[in-house]
């Protein structure tokens, strides 16, 4: 019904930066808040940002003023701007999103399937 794909991931050195960018496409018809989580080696999925539809933003303490959640409710796409990236940003990003299907008007959590960055020199 509705599909998430991000893009963007690669590897970068320590202090670099990243712009990741998540698109959903399908049978929407609105979408609420949207989201980005990573998820390390060995951790568990953890919150990154999150935007709700009116532009309301939350950032995790491990990246505030480093990283910043957009969104273009236009396109149904989510960003992500990372900013001075350290080794331990390394992790598969994920972005989700809530949204009503044309279909039914279900509300529903939906996933993408990840973007990987890479921090290493």
């Keep these: 019904q509705v599909q998430l794909v991000e893009s963007g991931g690669d590897l970068v050195q320590p202090g670099g930066s990243l712009r990741l960018s998540c698109a959903a496409s399908g049978s ?8 980005w989580y990573r998820q390390a080696p060995g951790k568990e999925r953890e919150l990154v940002a999150r935007i709700s539809s009116g532009g309301s933003t ?4 491990s990246v505030k003023g480093r990283f910043t959640i957009s969104r273009d409710s236009a396109k ?14 390394t992790a598969v990003y994920y972005c ?12 529903r959590l939906y996933w ?4 990987l960055v890479t921090v290493s020199s």
């Design 76 to 89: 149904n796409a989510v960003y992500l701007q990372m900013n001075s990236l350290k080794p331990e940003d």
């Design 96 to 107: 989700n999103g809530e949204f009503k299907a044309t279909t039914d008007h279900v509300l």
């Design 58 to 61: 939350n950032h995790a303490d």
């Design 112 to 115: 993408g399937k990840g973007t």
């Design 28 to 35: 929407i018809f609105s979408v609420n808040a949207m989201g």
